[in-house]
């Protein structure tokens, strides 16, 4: 059963892969109790997609459990107890809490590095993530260098058609639009786009994703109608595939918004504006940087 669950998961099937993976744990806790490795390995699972579904603050607490009892039991150096420190940085990064989640994925980082050496895809993996969490504090410099070393490892070591190449491409490119570099994020995002559109269904999240990306920049370049084709698509992939609460779709929801009001079309985008304001602030702390 978890090992299907795993493949809804790949299939972006996150709903069906939750009550699968939470009859997993329920079974696990009743049959083994809830501090037998097995146990948590499938808590660990769990927390994995319910970051999938946007579900961050569920995440959270048991990606703390998760990470607590690694610690006792494993200690603070196994692999196990590495990977539940970086999986609860990620739900702390979506959740807002940049600081601690920078820490802790600098100290994944720097076990990875001392563990299984510099070149390991593990701490390539390690190095995106804190490079994506230095984005979210501002620190676009560093964050870049991060991502184009993230990018030239994953291209000479899996080669450029691997779905972890596209993401470090992805990665990379939101930076460089972050900086201001959107002539060379649009070429990123554009092959992004067509790979992710070949390797993976149309309507997967990830290809929508990159859809949605390409949006933003092409609104950048004053390339506003494509800008809008693209953001009416995305919003509404992600309403049909993910739900109307998703903070992806919340997400597109704003960068149309955004678009329709460079289009002087400033009622429809008012609107989706209120909305997406209504939205984050029932999903999100108030102070959180995406509803200020």
């Not at 690694?70 to 990620?90: K, V, W």
């Not at 918004?257 to 460079?262: E, F, N, Y």
């Not at 400033?266 to 989706?272: I, K, Q």
């Amino acid at each position: 059963m978890g090992n299907l669950a795993s493949t809804l998961c790949e299939l972006a099937r996150y709903n069906e892969a939750e009550l699968m993976k939470r009859e997993v744990l329920e079974r696990r806790q009743r049959g083994l109790g809830p501090a037998h490795p097995d146990t948590i390995l499938a808590m660990g699972n769990l927390a994995i997609t319910l970051l999938q579904l946007g579900r961050y603050d569920e995440a959270e607490l048991m990606g703390r459990e998760v990470l607590d009892k690694r610690r006792r039991g494993l200690g603070p150096d196994h692999p196990y107890t590495i990977l539940a420190i970086g999986n609860l940085a990620y739900a702390l990064c979506e959740l807002g809490q940049y600081d601690e989640a920078a820490l802790m994925e600098r100290e994944v980082l720097e076990k990875r590095q001392r563990g299984l050496g510099p070149a390991h895809p593990e701490t390539i993996l390690a190095m995106g993530n804190l490079a994506r969490t230095l984005l979210r504090l501002g620190q676009l410099n560093e964050a870049e260098l991060m991502e184009r070393e993230v990018l030239e490892r994953r291209q000479r070591g899996l080669g450029p058609a691997h779905p972890d190449t596209i993401l470090a491409m992805g990665n990379l490119a939101r930076t460089l639009h972050q900086l201001g570099q959107y002539n060379e994020a649009e070429l990123i995002e554009r092959e992004v786009l067509d790979k992710r559109q070949r390797g993976l269904a149309p309507d997967h999240p990830y290809t929508i994703l990159a859809m949605g990306n390409l949006a933003k920049t092409l609104l950048q370049l004053g390339q506003h109608n494509e800008a809008q084709l693209m953001g009416r698509e995305v919003l509404e992939k992600f309403q049909r595939g993910l739900g109307p609460d998703h903070p992806y779709t919340i997400w597109a929801m704003g960068n149309l918004a955004r678009t329709l009001h460079q289009l002087g079309q400033t009622d429809e985008a008012e609107l989706m504006e209120r909305e997406v304001l209504e939205k984050r602030q029932r999903g999100l702390e108030p102070a959180h940087s995406d509803t200020i």
